[in-house]
């Protein structure tokens, strides 16, 4: 039987779990490892890429960086979310504001010191990313459509870090890249239409508040053709092996997201879409290893 106080550290845990998103985190570098097994690296041995110190050293800098930044958004957001996800930031305010900041410069000094293992200009770029983080939560977070693509970019550069170590310049990897940077953008967009009471009140100059609801649809719609013609492109033009089943799973949700958002006017719908391009997203990343089945037997 726990005590008072042992309840009260966990809860505590839980809390700053919640905060740095810790479930998010670990996708996160499960789909860096995946993909340079897969996509980046895929002449060498498994082994070699498992137990390279340099990649692992950039999945940990990417990891402190990403936990760092879902606490200064936390930080900046803290209002907004009060009024949009009143519960989990009941969970989130059992940490205080002051530890969440001591917190957040720990995980960044972290994230310089695993860069440096691997060069100084990995530091140099670990520390823009730290900065580019910062000033989005800072300042362009507020703003239409800049906003949203800066979060897309900052989404997706722990996958470039990987891509420029390994210097794999296929088409392939930007195909893959620019599906992904869709399935973003339109997640964000989503996320500002579920938003949207918190983002008026606090005056965020998101997409809808600016432009309405009506505009922020049609721009999703034309992102969902974007992305269905992405996946479409990979399936008849790239050695993608068993993953075309995960693009053909994706067209097919994605019209289904079509569908919704042409229906949808209240948050509930909303959530509905942003959890159908969470499920995309994930799953996107255990597809990856639908490429070659028989690289994992035959590499190891």
């Known amino acids: 039987m726990l005590t008072r106080r042992q309840k009260h550290i966990l809860l505590k845990f839980f809390s700053l779990f919640s905060v740095v998103r810790g479930y998010n985190i670990l996708v996160v570098a499960l789909a860096q490892y995946l993909a340079s097994v897969y996509i980046f690296a895929p002449d060498k041995p498994i082994k070699t890429v498992l137990f390279d110190l340099n990649l692992l050293m950039l999945v940990l800098a990417s990891s402190a960086t990403i936990a760092g930044g879902y606490i200064i958004n936390n930080f900046y957001d803290s209002e907004k979310d009060l009024i949009n996800k009143p519960r989990k930031t009941m969970l989130d305010r059992l940490v205080s504001q002051n530890t969440k900041l001591s917190f957040y410069f720990t995980l960044n000094f972290l994230a310089v010191i695993f860069a440096s293992y691997v060069s100084f200009k990995t530091v140099i770029f670990y520390s823009l990313y730290i900065f580019g983080i910062w000033f989005y939560s800072h300042r362009l977070k507020k703003q239409p459509i800049t906003g949203n693509l800066i979060s897309a970019i900052l989404t997706v550069i722990p996958f470039f870090a990987i891509f420029i170590y390994y210097k794999n310049f ?41 432009y309405g609801e009506n505009t922020s649809k049609l721009m999703l719609k034309i992102l969902v053709l974007l992305t269905i013609a992405t996946a479409i492109v990979l399936i008849l033009f790239f050695k993608i092996g068993h993953m075309y089943i995960f693009f053909f ?23 509905i879409l942003h959890n159908i391009l969470k499920f995309i997203i994930v799953t996107g990343v255990f597809s990856i290893l639908l490429i070659d089945i028989s690289v994992v037997l035959n590499r190891i």
Not at 178 to 188: A, Q
Not at 190 to 210: F, H, M, Q, S
């Open 170 to 210: 296929e088409l392939v990897i930007f195909g893959h890249a620019i599906f992904l940077f869709l399935l973003i953008s339109m997640r964000e967009l989503t996320k500002d239409l579920e938003n949207i009471r918190g983002d008026l009140a606090l005056d965020y100059r998101t997409v809808p508040v600016v």
């Open 249 to 271: 799973l994706s067209i097919v949700l994605l019209l289904f997201f079509f569908f919704i958002l042409s229906k949808s006017n209240e948050k509930t719908h909303y959530l």
